[in-house]
């Protein structure tokens, strides 16, 4: 076990984007930027670049289960970030580590991305990989971060407005009423989030920010959140922390790429 005093471990489980705006590679960076040690699993290769992902190569679900084993048993994790999945065989795995950990005792924070489809609109969950998240994966984590049209997918209801948006938070809630869920709302015309916890709804105003610096945005917001739970802060705070994290780094981004570029998850590193 780790010393008191030693940084927290934070677990990524996610896929690899080689232009390191999204997935493993930010997810690290975050951690680092948020005073965390960061530790991953890689679930899937992809080829990807600013201007879009071009193909998606699952890792193997016996390669998966090895690793998350192998990293548990030298280095057990403080809190896990849960990103891409794939497929099914992928969330089997991460469910059946999830209840190894729980049968362990351990209060170990677990916030679930779920990261359904590549903003240029490639599929990243495919139709079983969904069920299965929806049926083994929610009852098992802690925290699930879905934007409007994740939340949509997830629980069937249209999420065209603030109003409709909380009754969907409600029906994912009734099937895993411990989960506190953020629905985020970035790309929305008013960009705020929403928290729904212990059955009360909690609204992050957020900023608009015109940029092409939006690649990654959900990966490095679910990455900050776990990052605040894992110093302490309450969900609500940690989830303001995590908003204004992400708000900052896509300020501070500097244009790279012919598409959506990638925002400077370093800013925070003396920022924060």
């Known amino acids: 076990m780790s010393p008191a005093h030693a940084r927290p471990i934070a677990f990524t489980v996610a896929g690899f984007d080689p232009s390191s705006g999204a997935g493993i590679t930010a997810d690290l960076a975050v951690f680092a930027a948020q005073g965390c040690f960061g530790t991953s699993a890689i679930t899937a290769l992809t080829v990807q670049s600013t201007t879009g992902v071009r193909r998606v190569e699952p890792t193997d679900a016996t390669l998966l289960r090895e690793t998350l084993a192998c990293l548990h048993e030298d280095l057990p994790p403080t809190g896990i970030k849960i990103g891409m999945l794939a497929n099914a065989q ?15 005792g351990r209060a170990v924070p677990v916030v679930l991305d779920p990261v359904v489809a590549s903003s240029s609109g490639c599929s ?9 998240l929806q049926r083994d994966l929610l009852p098992l984590v802690d925290m699930v971060t879905p ?6 997918l997830l629980t069937g209801q249209p999420c065209g407005d603030e109003p409709a948006i909380r009754a969907a938070m409600a029906v994912l809630c009734a099937e895993a009423p411990h989960v506190s869920v953020v629905a985020t709302g970035g790309h929305r015309p008013e960009p705020n989030d929403v928290v729904l916890q212990d059955g009360a709804f909690h609204v992050l105003r957020g900023q608009k920010i015109v940029t092409r610096a939006t690649h990654g945005t959900g990966c490095a917001f679910s990455s900050a959140l776990l990052c605040g739970l894992l110093h302490g802060n309450d969900v609500i705070g940690a989830a303001e922390r995590a908003k204004r994290y992400v708000e900052g780094a896509m300020l501070a981004a500097e244009p790279l790429g012919r598409g959506k570029g990638p925002m400077r998850l370093n800013w925070a590193s003396t920022a924060l």
């Open 147 to 152: 934007n409007t049209e994740e939340l949509q």
């Open 90 to 104: 992928l969330v089997s795995a991460v469910a059946d580590y999830l209840r190894t950990l729980r049968a362990e």
């Open 124 to 132: 990243l969950l495919d139709a079983d990989g969904l069920l299965a």
